[in-house]
């Protein structure tokens, strides 16, 4: 989490698109890690 977010700044990142080409439907973050980080990159 603490490196999607560093690299959020570095970027300056508007977008956050999440895929895993494995396992398209599955979740790798669970909910409360997606929310953390929603709010944090408001």
Do not use: G, V, W
């Not at 999607?4 to 956050?16: E, F, G, M, S, V």
């Not at 599955?26 to 929310?35: P, S």
């Amino acid at each position: 989490m603490d490196e999607i977010l560093d690299k959020i700044k570095q970027t300056n990142a508007k977008t956050l698109i999440f895929s895993s080409p494995h396992y398209p439907t599955a979740n790798q973050f669970d909910e409360q890690r997606l929310l953390l980080l929603a709010k944090e990159t408001e």
